[in-house]
């Protein structure tokens, strides 16, 4: 039952692994909100132009993340009905 599988949260990291376990942030640089809270926070601060080019890729690929796990929630729950 994925209820018991979310423990009771509604957020994306709970959610996406317990209806499609095959998509995770493990291994990615920036892999919840606090983290690409702070990537902004020292995209801003620094003045090195190839930190801030990594930040940014960093943060695409956390956002595309999010994009894809929302779209695969999607298309589970339509699955279910």
């Known amino acids: 039952m994925v209820s018991m599988q979310v423990k009771g ?3 994306l990291k709970d959610v996406l692994p317990a209806l499609v ?6 291994g990615m640089e920036v892999a919840d909100g606090a983290m690409a809270e702070q990537a902004v926070l020292t995209m801003c601060a620094t003045s090195d132009a190839k930190e801030r080019q990594r930040l940014v890729k ?3 690929a956390y956002c595309k993340q999010d ?5 695969e ?5 339509r699955s279910m009905i």
Do not use: D, N, Q, R
Request: no cysteine.
């Open 9 to 11: 949260s509604h957020s």
């Open 67 to 71: 994009t894809l796990g929302m779209v």
């Open 73 to 77: 929630i999607v298309e589970k729950m």
């Open 58 to 60: 960093a943060l695409l």
């Open 21 to 26: 376990p095959g998509l995770t942030y493990e």
